[in-house]
């Protein structure tokens, strides 16, 4: 699973043997979950590389599923606004801007438009969560979303997930 701000991608690594990949497109670090196992690719600096990494990431590993995790953006800015207030600085990119509507204007819509032309350039081939509902009714997210994955969607499995996650 690939996500604009995070997440885990399943992908075969031989045929026989499957791992989580994980994959953070703000630092664009990419390690396996194993504890055993080194990271298979080392964080990149480069914009250029990073947009062509996150754009042609299918093209390198054929089999990952790609699940996109939205967060309405009215939340995500009221969520910013307050955990800034909270911290007494302005993080986020916050402080580059004087005022709130610059800085939605600035930061956060050209991060909402590449979500969506990323969105509805491979809609036909992703999964997408909705932040909300994940948080309103995480078993069926789980499940469905772990289909999508054809990994355990078990009772047991989504229920360890959701306790550990607590």
């Known amino acids: 699973m690939i996500s604009q ?13 499957r791992q989580p990949l994980l994959f953070d497109a703000k630092y664009t670090k990419y390690t396996l979950t194993s504890k ?4 298979i ?3 990149l600096e480069s914009n250029v590389l990073k947009k062509f990494i996150r754009n042609n990431f299918l093209e390198f590993v054929p089999t990952a599923k790609e699940v996109f995790l939205v967060r309405d953006f009215r939340d995500m800015l009221s969520s910013i ?6 911290r007494g600085y302005q993080a986020f990119d916050r402080g580059k801007y004087s005022n709130t509507t610059d800085y939605v204007r600035g930061t956060l819509k050209p991060g909402v438009e590449m979500l969506e032309a ?18 309103l009714d995480p078993y069926a997210v789980l499940r469905d979303v772990f289909r999508y994955l054809e990994v355990d969607c078990s009772t047991q499995t989504i229920e360890k997930i959701i306790q550990a996650s607590k």
């Open 36 to 39: 055993n196992s080194p990271p």
């Open 41 to 43: 690719l080392r964080p």
């Open 5 to 17: 701000k995070g997440g885990c991608c399943s992908t075969s690594l031989s045929q026989s043997h």
């Open 118 to 135: 990323s969105w509805l350039e491979r809609r036909n081939n992703a999964f997408l969560i909705k932040y909300e509902e994940l948080i």
């Open 81 to 86: 606004l307050a955990f800034n207030e909270k």
